[in-house]
């Protein structure tokens, strides 16, 4: 299917989403979270692919959402029809990974649904930031909950309120980013990690990304309890059964469909 915000490009298990806007460096409108939706969920049941990669250009993940678009604006369009709540949150709904690839700038909304993502590889010409102060209004998509909870509240604090924005270094060494690559290499890298996990269990993988989310919203030891369910029901299943022969044969594990 064509999209007219997205470009699509298929890497064997792995494929990549990326974000098209070029004229207007990736800043998020309506079409394109309708898009991104669509595509995520599309993609979240083809048995043919185990990851998602999220990116946008060299020279933006995204400037934030749609700054032209939502102006004019008022309570009722933003409140009574659900503005950000419509149509940015089905990326949380995705069971798959989700990887995001930063390059360039990453504010406002931008930096919010790269945090969505499951975890996040960045180029160094990355640049992250909320804005949002500087056209009046607060973050909407989760930057005054997400960004504490991945960087501290020191440093979220002070990018939400100075709109200062943070290099890739500075959001690895923050925990924001977990890899950074040169930006002519950054593709290749982060396909080539997709592609690692894609070869692993489709089904574990997933697993592993419910309890992860799960330690976001549970106590410690409701989380632990969770994670034990699966592990212990792991034991009923082929990729257990497969991953674990193959170590004992000192062979590799083919988790093909599991
Ligand atoms: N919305 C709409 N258009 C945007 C945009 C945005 N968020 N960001 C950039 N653009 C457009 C510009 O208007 C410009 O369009 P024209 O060529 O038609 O004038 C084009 O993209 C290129 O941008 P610049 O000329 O500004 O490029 P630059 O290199 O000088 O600056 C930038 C780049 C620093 C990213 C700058 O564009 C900028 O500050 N953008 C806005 C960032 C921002 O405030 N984001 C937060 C938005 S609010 C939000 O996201 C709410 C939320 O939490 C959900």
């Known amino acids: 299917?064509?999209?007219?915000?997205?470009?699509?490009?298929?890497?064997?298990?792995?494929?990549?989403?990326?974000?098209?806007?070029?004229?207007?460096?990736?800043?998020?409108?309506?079409?394109?979270?309708?898009?991104?939706?669509?595509?995520?969920?599309?993609?979240?049941?083809?048995?043919?692919?185990?990851?998602?990669?999220?990116?946008?250009?060299?020279?933006?993940?995204?400037?934030?959402?749609?700054?032209?678009?939502?102006?004019?604006?008022?309570?009722?369009?933003?409140?009574?029809?659900?503005?950000?709540?419509?149509n940015w949150e089905h990326i949380l709904d995705i069971r798959k990974p989700v990887i995001g690839v930063v390059s360039g700038y990453c504010l406002g909304g931008g930096c919010e649904l790269a945090m969505m993502c499951d975890f996040l590889i960045a180029a160094d010409s990355a640049k992250f930031g909320q804005p949002e102060i500087k056209v009046g209004v607060t973050p909407g998509a989760g930057g005054t909950q997400r960004l504490p909870r991945a960087i501290s509240k020191s440093k979220a604090m002070d990018m939400l309120l100075t709109t200062r924005m943070i290099d890739a270094l500075e959001a690895e060494r923050t925990g924001l980013v977990s890899r950074v690559y040169p930006a002519a290499e950054v593709m290749e890298e982060s396909i080539k990690i997709a592609q690692g996990i894609?070869?692993?269990?489709?089904?574990?993988?997933?697993?592993?990304?419910?309890?992860?989310?799960?330690?976001?919203?549970?106590?410690?030891?409701?989380?632990?309890?969770?994670?034990?369910?699966?592990?212990?029901?792991?034991?009923?299943?082929?990729?257990?059964?497969?991953?674990?022969?193959?170590?004992?044969?000192?062979?590799k594990p083919d988790f093909e469909g599991l």
């Open 1 to 86: 299917m064509e999209y007219a915000d997205l470009l699509i490009e298929n890497h064997g298990k792995v494929v990549v989403v990326r974000l098209n806007r070029p004229k207007a460096m990736n800043a998020l409108n309506d079409n394109m979270m309708n898009e991104l939706g669509e595509a995520l969920r599309k993609f979240d049941k083809d048995p043919a692919i185990n990851v998602i990669v999220l990116t946008g250009s060299e020279k933006a993940f995204a400037a934030g959402a749609d700054i032209a678009a939502m102006a004019n604006y008022d309570y009722q369009e933003t409140y009574g029809n659900n503005y950000i709540g419509r």
């Open 198 to 251: 894609a070869e692993m269990p489709v089904s574990v993988a997933m697993q592993i990304k419910d309890c992860v989310n799960q330690a976001y919203e549970t106590t410690l030891s409701q989380g632990v309890a969770y994670e034990r369910r699966y592990f212990h029901a792991g034991f009923g299943t082929p990729a257990q059964k497969e991953g674990m022969s193959a170590f004992l044969e000192k062979r």
